[in-house]
């Protein structure tokens, strides 16, 4: 298994607070990447980051911003939570971009209320 | 904009039987094309990864096709289990994009 590990992995929340979810790998890889998985639409991108404090967005990136200080740990902030992003996060690394398999975490469960 | 299409969303099957999950996309222009196994509750899993250069890649009962030309990808499993029961997602690798998914196909193999 790849060392990625995401936490918390299940989170209860209020509307309107802030949260933050963390992807730790141990692999030294470039690429590391926030999806959300919700049912009706798959999974789709949020933020990726190529490289230390190099980010960009992908489809679905309003309401969250992303960090990256150490190659090892991407965040995800959800500035004001809101019940449209009750959902399951997934952070994902890859060595390279083009070529090369993509790993997976177990997954962040979060649910605003 | 690509898109990727899975079909069928949901298959049931005895087990023993050998089954066929279909994934189109609609820019051939991609890197590679990635199948993918998601068991309830859990993260995906890399089953076969498909170069554009490469027509199929095998593991184990698992092959998978890719034909760039027509947009189309299939995953072939042979001699069903009921532990091949998951959703398997299919995506495809463009530049300067992060890998972009189908809504994948839920495999149930029944004993």
């Known amino acids: 298994d790849a060392g990625i590990t995401q936490s918390p992995r299940h989170k209860v929340t209020e509307t309107g607070t802030p949260v933050t979810l963390r992807c730790h790998q141990t692999?030294?890889?470039?690429?590391m990447y926030w999806y959300r998985q919700d049912p009706g639409h798959g999974l789709r991108l949020i933020h990726y980051?190529?490289?230390?404090?190099?980010?960009d967005k992908g489809e679905v990136s309003d309401g969250y911003s992303v960090s990256r200080s150490k190659t090892e740990d991407f965040l995800l902030t959800l500035e004001s939570a809101t019940s449209s992003q009750t959902s399951v996060y997934f952070c994902?690394?890859?060595?390279?971009?083009?070529?090369?398999?993509?790993?997976f975490g177990e997954g962040s469960w979060l649910t605003v209320v | 904009k690509q898109e990727v299409t899975q079909i069928p969303a949901a298959l049931s099957v005895p087990e023993g039987e050998n089954l066929v999950l279909n994934c189109s996309f609609t820019?051939?222009?991609?890197?590679?094309l990635q199948w993918f196994r998601q068991d309830p509750g859990k993260g995906l899993t890399s089953l076969l990864l498909?170069?554009?250069?490469?027509r199929e890649q095998t593991s184990g009962r698992l092959n998978a096709s890719l034909d760039k030309s027509s947009g189309r990808s299939t995953l072939y499993i042979a001699a069903s289990q009921p532990g091949d029961s998951a959703t398997y997602l299919c995506?495809?690798?463009?530049?300067?994009?992060?890998?972009?998914f189908g809504k994948g196909t839920t495999l149930s193999v029944s004993s």
């Open positions: 498909i170069q554009s250069s490469q």
């Open positions: 994902a690394i890859s060595y390279g971009q083009d070529g090369n398999t993509i790993y």
């Open positions: 995506a495809v690798n463009q530049a300067g994009t992060a890998l972009i």
């Open positions: 980051s190529y490289g230390v404090k190099d980010t």
């Open positions: 820019d051939s222009a991609i890197y590679n």
């Open positions: 692999e030294n890889h470039r690429y």
